[in-house]
DNA sequence: CAGTATCCTCGAGGATACTG
DNA sequence: CAGTATCCTCGAGGATACTG
């Protein structure tokens, strides 16, 4: 409501932050743009990406931005998605300002509540640079051993990573052996993924070339240089105990 | 509440943009981190740029960005004042980025309800060059023809703007004649001032010096220089008819 | 000037059940 | 899979009156 025709939000605002404000200000927006940025288009997938959102909102969400012209909506034969439009895609930089902003100042261990396998999974699956493995089939099993034993796979093909909750068939060829924390800890930059496997906080078996270049296919977020450089000089920073 | 102790408003959200957008992202934050930003400190003052927030809520989103170690409350002896922390200054560039991409994707002309004179003469006191006029007292009466009648004043005192919407006192050195509206598209970086002396949309009577310096410690809009170059090429642009 | 306390409203959004 | 319709709750924040 806030955002169909021209009423806008803060009166007496003329003023561009103000507008930037009254577009991206409500709950989520923001979360999926990121999404969206970082290669998610099916309402699915980006809804799997915001455990707690209702489909109502994300619907919602995903109207509003494309009247305000930063996303359309591209209806194929069978299946629909979401494309960032130019000026959607404008917003990069900010997005990844605010993000950098954030792991520069806020860095710290994940909580409890903000740790979701699945959505790490996702996220994984995302920045993961598929075209350095070879052709074909390929399976990764992430093996957890806290805070609770659960076993997630990745799921690579022609190019495209899929994370999944259940088996996906193929025998893995890659098994990952580690917690939730520290995988989060190497995603995120806080904890290098050598210092992991030296101390074995992380442990892969498998297949020795697709575990060989795993340091190579296996991306990071896009905030984890930030955080790595704000966490120099910090004691036992890139520590994996 | 929200933002009270560690809970996140982001669920299995371990990500540095949810980390932003859950402390950014209620209404009204960003503003205030402009005004700060801007030069705004007093209570007051901050309350005057942000037309219909309530001092109630006011005073809970300083607390917030207190409490998140973005904002300090300085108690002087008699008077108390909000600066922003290094963390606080460190969103400078994401604020005018994100200010900026508005501004290159949405520029418009203002809607009556965006429109308010004493919110404007606040910033241009804000971002007005005092210290390229004389030293001494001065004050500048602005006379809007449109679209109500109203005059505003500038009181410049001892490097410090100040805006006023009643006579200060001191016979004004300098009357600035011109309708709301172009003066929103002159500070805004939409309209040149060359071109609004031209076509006599701004008139400017008063003490010689003063009147010839005025391009010079008139200051405009931080998002003037994207607005201008956004609408390069686009016909009228820089008309004042 | 610079706030705080209290009471009350109303609308954002969750739950649920539905559809092409 | 990709949504929409309906009903209901609850908490953010406005109004008002107060204080050092």
């Not at 990069?92 to 396998?117: D, I, K, Q, T, Y």
């Not at 994370?163 to 193929?170: F, I, K, L, T, V």
Request: glycine share 10%; proline share 5%; hydrophobic share 40%.
């Amino acid at each position: 409501m806030a955002h169909s025709g021209t009423v806008s939000a803060y009166a007496g605002q003329y003023c561009p932050l103000a507008k930037a404000a009254e577009m991206l200000g409500d709950r989520w927006t923001l979360l999926i743009l990121r999404d969206l940025l970082m290669g998610a288009h099916r309402f699915t997938d980006i809804e799997r990406g915001l455990p707690g959102i209702s489909r109502t909102l994300l619907s919602q969400r995903l109207r509003a931005l494309q009247q305000l012209g930063l996303v359309e909506h591209r209806a194929g034969e069978r299946r629909a998605d979401y494309w960032l439009t130019p000026v959607g895609r404008d917003l990069e930089a900010v997005v990844l300002g605010l993000g950098s902003w954030a792991a520069r100042n806020f860095g710290h261990e994940p909580s409890r509540e903000e740790m979701n396998g699945r959505v790490l999974l996702l996220w994984i699956a995302r920045v993961l640079r598929a075209q350095l493995l070879p052709d074909g089939r390929h399976v990764v099993r992430f093996d957890f051993t806290a805070p609770r034993r659960e076993s997630l796979w990745l799921l690579i093909d022609q190019g495209d990573a899929t994370a999944c909750d259940e088996d996906p068939g193929p025998r893995p060829e890659l098994v990952v052996t580690t917690t939730l924390p520290m995988l989060y800890g190497i995603f995120s930059g806080r904890t290098s993924l050598r210092a992991a496997l030296r101390d074995e906080a992380l442990r892969l078996e498998g297949d020795p070339e697709i575990t060989r270049s795993f340091s190579r296919w296996f991306g990071l977020s896009p905030f984890a240089a930030v955080t790595r450089e704000s966490l120099k000089g910090t004691a036992g920073a890139v520590s994996a105990s």
